[in-house]
């Protein structure tokens, strides 16, 4: 578990370390001038030193606060330079003082649209998704949560009524889960079930917005909500919002993140304030970071990772039409030995492992792939217990005790505030 956690953290102060180095590559490609690029680099070099910090303690959780800091020192004098050139400025030229006027306030209807526009166009179809092909009948367990969430799918068939009795809709839901316990799974297959009431569906992450260039973050965050609005009913679904909608109360937050941040529940506060049928859902690991303004209007919906019923369920799709089980070895067997801190990730990463183990004996037993499968189809090749303990025993998930102690004190002081 700690060489786990030592990799991890390995891997990403070399991330941070390659980061740097592409922000020096992209000023000294731009004649050694501060550009939009160089300063996207380090904005998410500063993140990951934040990541760092938030797992370490000591002298090295000290290191990498400094390190932010500088970061943040670093990214805000490239902002003084760069932005007055960003086109979407809102304060006169665009397309870097061509005279063009720019609207603030999303794509013009008429006339020609400037380059920036353009993308910002392009940008905003990218968001729109088809149907996610799961529903809720493939959500392993969850069963009270599909309850819940299936009383909006029959409330948005039955909205007239709801409006004729002034029955308050509730529009924003935010789920809080350690990564890998199925909160964009059960989310996807939500926006399936809504999609059949003719529901659009518009996801992305927070990356998507905050790796944009220099100052088009809180554009792009406006543009969203207009988009919302304007294609109602739909579902706007933001993963990883803690990038988006990160809370101003912490140490050292730069005046950037505070901007994203601000615009960000402005536009939010728009269509939860509305009659606009649009569902907004938001998701994250991290919800010490997420602005506390965020959760005035929602429900707050804890994810946590699969007990036993949806263990097996999980290892029964693995293994279905794939290889048969030994006499009296089931998937609740499975569920059982896999210990609870498992998530969807650790069985989906275990199940390849053992088929990996599965495909190494057949091919050195049958040599040819196609009696391989049919010996598997007919149950001559089965997979034992004795096969998964021995995979098993040499398999290690990932760690999570470190954020299931922050979510937990996270929702203890959810849940006080929500009773004063």
């Not at 990951?48 to 800091?69: F, I, S, V, W």
């Amino acid at each position: 578990m700690y060489m786990d956690f030592v990799e991890n953290l390995r891997k990403k102060e070399a991330h941070c370390r390659n980061l740097q180095l592409q922000a020096d590559a992209a000023f000294r490609q731009n004649g050694y001038k501060p550009s939009e690029d160089q300063c996207r680099y380090l904005q998410m070099a500063a993140d990951l030193e934040a990541d760092m910090a938030d797992m370490t303690m000591g002298e090295e959780r000290a290191h990498h606060e400094r390190e932010k800091a500088r970061l943040d020192n670093e990214i805000m004098k490239i902002r003084t330079t760069v932005e007055p050139r960003q086109a979407y400025s809102g304060s006169g030229d665009s397309d870097a003082g061509r005279g063009k006027a720019v609207n603030t306030n999303g794509p013009k209807d008429n006339g020609p649209k400037t380059k920036d526009e353009e993308a910002l166009d392009r940008t905003a179809r990218t968001w729109f998704k088809d149907a996610p092909r799961h529903s809720f009948d493939d959500v392993s367990g969850m069963v009270e949560l599909k309850k819940r969430l299936q009383t909006c799918v029959t409330d948005s068939k039955s909205e007239k009524l709801l409006d004729f009795l002034k029955i308050p809709r509730l529009n924003s839901y935010f789920f809080v889960g350690p990564p890998g316990c199925g909160k964009t799974y059960i989310i996807e297959a939500f926006a399936h079930e809504l999609m059949d009431q003719d529901y659009k569906y518009l996801s992305l992450e927070g990356s998507d917005i905050i790796s944009r260039y220099v100052g088009d973050a809180e554009k792009i965050v406006t543009r969203l909500f207009e988009e919302a609005e304007k294609n109602a009913p739909c579902i706007v679904f933001i993963d990883e919002i803690d990038s988006v909608c990160k809370n101003r109360s912490l140490p050292n937050l730069p005046e950037y993140a505070a901007n994203i941040t601000t615009s960000f529940l402005t536009g939010y506060n728009r269509i939860n304030s509305s009659d606009s049928k649009v569902i907004f859902i938001g998701a994250t690991n991290y919800p010490k970071r997420v602005d506390e303004a965020m959760f005035d209007r929602v429900e707050v919906i804890n994810v946590p990772l699969p007990d036993a019923g949806a263990r097996a369920s999980a290892f029964a799709r693995q293994f279905k039409n794939v290889a048969q089980l030994e006499e009296g070895f089931t998937c609740d067997d499975m569920a059982n030995l896999v210990t609870d801190d498992y998530n969807y990730r650790d069985i989906n990463r275990l199940c390849t492992e053992i088929k990996r183990s599965m495909f190494k004996e057949l091919m050195e037993q049958y040599k040819d792939q196609v009696v391989a499968i049919e010996v598997l189809k007919s149950g001559a090749f089965k997979l034992t217990k004795a096969r998964f303990e021995a995979v098993l025993s040499n398999f290690r998930p990932f760690l999570k005790d470190d954020i299931l102690k922050e979510i937990a004190e996270w929702e203890e002081r959810y849940n006080q505030s929500q009773q004063e």
